[in-house]
């Protein structure tokens, strides 16, 4: 049974309903909003469409003002449907979790990446696998399954091919046109390498869908390379005295980086010189700098030695300094992270404590599923950006759901959508294992009314935190 009854929204005709019978009524209409959040439509379609037809009877019985026995029972019987659903549902999403989501990302690749006879066959094996499990036989769902996931892995290979292996081999192609082998072989090699990883990862591991689509991105920037360098390396072959005025071009930019550091760089050294220069002058003003930051730290803890003395108060407001400080070097970012994310998608929020909350109002994760939508990639690499303009923070990926379903259930699916994303994450941003970290809350953190639809959307999100840095003991020495 529900576990939570609520006023669902949108009711209808609760005008032509008795005081006695609006109660049964709100409750019958909350279990089937609860079995339509979880997907009962696609996982326990009978019972859901048991519950929705007597529901629908006993309305216009109520609204014709007719037989309130026979209303009183439709009621009691689509609510208990309604709540048949909800547990069939759920358990479907538990017991069958890869036909699920393997299911899920084949209908996010679209309809113009799939091919139309093997998405037809595996919907209807996939129907076959419900039927056999919403009538209570898991064995022949469990011999059903194995058929609908053979399908189901060869229609959604073909449509990753075409999103993810199609975009780098027409760049590949392309840029072969333009003789990349002979101008750009470096870049090439690493395009059709991307290609080949790509498609050894739709044969062989067709759940990494992340790191298909990293993959696939990073290949086909290799090949768009490719095809600047060897469209800059046919230009020179037709008309040499280009050369010149592209080495000018590049001389000017250099000299404006120059200036910008105070050198005066030398046009008679080759380009290699001129880095050099640049990178020593780079590198003393890191290491000028990382001296300052030394020197004020010895300092700080010089007093905080000469202050360990007077503990409480005086310790209680360097840390409130502390925070403050934090907070103001953060307010000073997120004006930079603004401009990242459009407010709709992305809210931006700042704690007490200094931590960088970003809200991914807009990675809309699939009811009882934890494969990320295509579309949602673009909001995640902002959110790399967003990291890199807070280095040395720890990052931690928090999923929360809504109160549709059991604790259990909502627990263990925030826990796989954290990791989802954590797994993303990590592609991009390789070596930081150590700090990055995943945790799922459940339904134990709303943010917003459970008891509305609006509620209940806000209260499913991934939150990224940026966690700022824990204060060093005031007795810590140098050498530590």
């Given amino acids: 049974m529900s576990k939570r009854p609520y006023i669902a929204a949108a009711l209808s005709l609760l005008m032509f309903s008795t005081p006695l019978q609006a109660a049964p009524i709100d409750d019958a209409k909350a279990a089937i909003t609860e079995a339509e959040a979880l997907r009962a439509a696609e996982f326990a379609p009978q019972h859901f469409i048991s519950a929705t037809t007597k529901l629908s009877e006993a309305e216009k019985l109520i609204a014709g003002h007719q037989d309130g026995a026979t209303s009183m029972r439709l009621i009691s019987e689509a609510k208990h449907e309604a709540n048949k659903a909800v547990q069939m549902a759920e358990k479907f ?8 989501e393997t299911r899920d990302r084949l209908n996010m690749a679209g309809d113009e990446y799939i ?9 209807r094996e996939f129907k076959r696998v419900v039927e056999a499990a919403e009538s209570g036989s898991i064995s022949k769902a ?21 999103q993810f292996v199609r975009p780098i081999s027409k760049k590949v192609a392309e840029a072969r046109k333009h003789k990349a082998r002979n101008y750009a072989p470096a870049a090439l090699k690493k395009a059709t390498t991307a290609q080949s990883r790509v498609e050894w990862l739709i044969k062989n591991r067709p759940s990494a869908q992340s790191e298909a689509y990293s993959t696939s991105q990073e290949g086909k920037a290799h090949a768009l390379h490719a095809i600047r360098v060897s469209q800059l390396g046919r230009k020179f072959d037709r008309n040499p005295a280009t050369v010149e005025s592209w080495i000018d071009a590049s001389d000017a930019r250099m000299a404006i980086l120059a200036e910008s550091l105070g050198l005066q760089l030398d046009r008679s050294q080759d380009p290699e010189a001129q880095l050099a220069q640049l990178k020593q002058a780079i590198d003393d003003m890191k290491a000028e700098h990382t001296a300052q930051i030394a020197d004020a730290d010895k300092q700080v803890r010089e007093l905080g030695e000469k202050l360990a003395k007077y503990e409480g108060e005086l310790s209680d407001m360097a840390e409130v300094r502390r925070k403050l400080q934090l907070k103001r070097e953060a307010e000073a970012k997120i004006k930079r992270l603004t401009k990242l994310f459009d407010p709709e998608a992305v809210e931006i929020l700042l704690t007490p404590d200094a ?11 699939l009811s009882g599923s934890a494969v990320i939508p295509p579309e949602a990639y673009a909001l995640l690499d902002n959110a790399i950006k967003s990291i890199d303009i807070f280095p040395g923070r720890n990052i931690r990926v928090e999923g929360h759901t809504d109160f549709m379903g ?13 990791n989802a994303v954590q797994e993303y994450l990590l592609l991009q941003m390789p070596g930081s294992e150590a700090r990055l970290s995943a945790i799922g809350h459940g339904e134990e953190k709303p943010i917003a009314n459970n008891e509305t639809a609006a509620g209940r959307t806000k209260n499913r999100r991934i939150d990224i935190i940026l966690i700022a ?6 007795h810590q020495t140098s050498a530590e």
């Fill in 93 to 100: 999403t538990r017991d069958f979790p890869e036909l699920v």
């Fill in 115 to 123: 091919r139309g006879d093997l998405g037809e066959r595996s919907q």
């Fill in 142 to 162: 469990r011999r059903e399954e194995k058929i609908a996931l053979l399908t189901l892995h060869a229609a959604h290979s073909v449509a990753a091919r075409e």
């Fill in 355 to 365: 931590d960088v909350i970003l809200r991914m109002k807009k990675l809309n994760f």
């Fill in 406 to 418: 059991t604790n259990e259930y909502n627990q263990q699916l925030s826990e796989r959508r954290a």
């Fill in 469 to 474: 840095p824990l204060a060093l003991p005031v």
